[in-house]
């Protein structure tokens, strides 16, 4: 199961980090990823880590802004957004895949925890 933290309320143009503690075997994980869901709107993909070898992956939409990044140690995966736009507001999820393919499909993902709400106001 993963636990996604660190979301709030900013303006536009801010900042926020998240964070995704993972438990057990992750050590096996193939990607961890973030996705995210607007109200009344299908779950997107975000960014994904590949989790052996750190290779990053970004929907266009955050390209640029978002960082994803890892702790190996602390087995706990990050989010970097910057320049935070009202259309980024959302409930951020995180979850992990353990065998390879598309990266982006949300399908493939398991441990998905209840997700932390971002909200963006101009």
């Known amino acids: 199961q993963l636990q996604a933290s660190g979301g709030g309320s900013v303006q536009a143009g801010g900042s926020l980090r998240l964070s995704c503690a993972a438990s057990?075997?992750?050590?096996?994980?193939?990607?961890m990823g973030w996705f995210r869901q607007a109200p009344g709107k299908e779950r997107e993909f975000v960014s994904a880590?590949?989790?052996?070898?750190?290779?990053?992956y970004y929907a266009d939409s955050v390209k640029g802004r978002f960082t994803i990044s890892r702790d190996n140690a602390k087995n706990t995966v990050y989010l970097q957004m910057n320049s935070l736009k009202v259309e980024d507001t959302a409930v951020y999820y995180c979850?992990?895949?353990?065998?390879?393919?598309?990266?982006?499909?949300?399908?493939?993902?398991?441990?998905w925890g209840q997700g932390t709400l971002v909200t963006v106001s101009s």
């Open positions: 979850a992990t895949r353990y065998t390879p393919g598309r990266y982006s499909d949300y399908a493939g993902y398991l441990g």
């Open positions: 057990g075997r992750t050590w096996s994980s193939y990607y």
């Open positions: 880590i590949r989790w052996s070898v750190g290779s990053t």
